[in-house]
């Protein structure tokens, strides 16, 4: 997939002539060079001392950005739209008097909009879009140990370990891969996704049949260093299938599934990789968890996901559904480093958890159960549960866990460049946090019967304050015809005890400290 570019508009302004055709009122028209700025007399007619830094995610100025201030080019003013020098710096007009939104451009990078900025000087932080790379990194999950023949599937499941920021820009293709191997089963084939492993296991259902995938494949966007984590899990063949076969949904058999173990390993990609083997045996998961669930609606549904936390990365190890006011138990490795992730969304009564599960950026505890929808065989495809609409809760594990929820809100409208939404009652002991837009690019991938997506941020829009609507500049993106184009909209809220401060070593305006950000709700639009 090409790279989502960026029509920035004109690369330099050709002054000679136009400024002897103004007053000393009027702006400065088009874009500014760095030569132009550093002009003392152009600046003393037009500029005062305040600037415009934009920044990338390390704190390093991005030089040749394109900078608008308000909603289109010489709205409301003439000379709105700027060019940041080699030090990622832009002076900022003399005509910039009140709050507006300034967008930031750079290619290679998501646009960024602050909705309601000051004329003063500011920093604004962009981040780099997602690579569109397919680097394939493979091996074997290993330390299954000797396997009998007990009734009950044992698998691996590997995906790379994730940070608190990546939940707000999960790509699914990172979990559910892409792509699906193929096995023979009973005489046939049966696809599943690369990413789940099969140690050789005989079983009955209704006929004796062998598994055997001892490899995985998972794929990286961009070259880097990842650290992988393979789980180890076990599901009672005959009860699940027959599940499945009856109509029910993978929220019906999740609790069927134990988690015993799991293992990391590192890797550097820069190519394509081989022989990549990860034990599923390193960190057992001894301790359980307690989570109650709050009283629910009839429509509604409740995912606990439980993480064991290395390093700053955070890898599941459980995944419940719990019902209206119950208790159950997730397995961890330790309470003390662990957290849960609890998800509430509705219930479509129609959940295909492979086909549903990239709907949603943040629903993590669904991409990961989705995987193993259909592991061997054959039930009818049913009709996507709407992940769009959800609200995510992370709570301590230590001590058991009552999640509270932001309430689900209704699907954004977007008009005549104008988002509207509807933001959530703030319950006791919660306090705003932000208010995330992002549009982002959606290519459908489909391999096998495993369907997913890969999603592209293409714009980011924050503000510090929770939006009910925001009047969005008209920026030029390359829209292709054969993607969806979704805006999401997440309201972020912690708790009131919580300080809110910069992520250290930031000082943007648009830089959000998530680690103190515990309780999410999102819908989204397809447009």
């Not at 991005?62 to 308000?70: D, F, P």
């Not at 590192?266 to 990549?276: A, E, G, S, W």
């Not at 999603?455 to 009910?468: D, F």
Request: aromatic fraction near 6%.
């Amino acid at each position: 997939m090409k790279t989502m570019t960026h029509l920035i508009g004109a690369a330099t302004l050709l002054f000679v002539g136009v400024i002897s055709c103004v007053d000393s009122r009027t702006s400065l028209q088009g874009l500014q060079t760095e030569n132009l700025q550093n002009n003392p007399e152009v600046r003393a007619q037009f500029f005062g001392e305040d600037t415009v830094t934009v920044v990338d995610a390390d704190g390093i100025p991005v030089a040749g950005a394109t900078i608008l201030l308000g909603y289109e080019v010489n709205d409301p003013f003439k000379g709105n739209e700027l060019k940041t020098d080699v030090n990622g710096v832009a002076l900022i007009p003399g005509d910039w008097k009140a709050a507006l939104p300034v967008s930031v451009q750079a290619p290679g990078y998501i646009s960024t909009t602050i909705p309601d900025a000051a004329p003063s000087s500011i920093v604004i932080q962009i981040g780099r879009q997602e690579g569109q790379e397919k680097l394939e990194i493979k091996g074997e999950a290993t330390g299954f140990g000797k396997l009998v023949k007990d009734g009950k599937v044992d698998f691996g499941l590997i995906m790379p370990s994730f940070s608190r920021e990546k939940m707000f820009a999960f790509d699914a293709s990172s979990v559910i891969s892409p792509e699906s191997d193929t096995i023979t089963v009973a005489g046939k084939s049966v696809t599943i996704p690369s990413n789940i492993t099969l140690p050789k296991q005989s079983e009955t259902y209704i006929l004796p049949i062998t598994l055997n995938k001892p490899v995985y494949r998972v794929f990286m966007r961009e070259p880097g260093t990842y650290q992988l984590y393979a789980n180890h899990g076990q599901f009672p063949l005959q009860r699940v299938m027959n599940d499945i076969r009856a109509g029910k949904s993978m929220f019906d058999v999740v609790n069927h599934f134990t988690f015993f173990s799991g293992g990391t390993r590192q890797v550097t990609v820069t190519q394509p990789l081989d022989k990549q083997d990860i034990p599923v045996e390193t960190v057992v998961f001894q301790e359980e968890l307690n989570v109650k669930a709050p009283q629910l609606s009839s429509d509604q549904i409740m995912l606990s996901l439980a993480l064991m936390q290395e390093q700053g990365q955070m890898m599941p190890t459980d995944v419940k559904r719990l019902s209206s006011g119950e208790t159950l138990k997730l397995s961890t490795n330790a309470a003390a480093s662990s957290e849960v992730l609890s998800v509430l969304m509705v219930d479509s009564n129609a959940a295909s958890a492979v086909r549903g599960v990239a709907a949603a950026s943040l629903n993590v505890a669904q991409q990961y159960f989705g995987l193993w929808r259909r592991p061997l065989a054959a039930a009818e495809p049913r009709a996507p549960q709407d992940f769009s609409r959800i609200s995510l809760a992370m709570n301590p594990g230590q001590g058991g866990v009552e999640p509270q929820f932001l309430q689900l809100t209704e699907k954004p409208t977007y008009v005549d460049h104008v988002l509207t939404m509807s933001a959530p009652t703030l319950p006791s002991g919660l306090v705003e946090v932000a208010t995330y837009m992002v549009l982002t690019e959606i290519e459908k991938i489909t391999s096998g019967e495993v369907q997913t997506e890969r999603r592209t941020r293409v714009w980011e829009v924050l503000s510090p304050a929770w939006m009910n609507q925001v009047e969005l500049p008209q920026l030029t993106f390359n829209r292709r015809p054969d993607r969806t184009y979704r805006w999401e909209v997440m309201f972020l809220a912690q708790p009131a005890t919580q300080v809110n401060k910069k992520p250290t070593g930031h000082s943007a305006v648009n830089a959000i400290d998530l680690s103190t950000v515990t309780h999410v709700t999102r819908n989204a639009l397809d447009i």
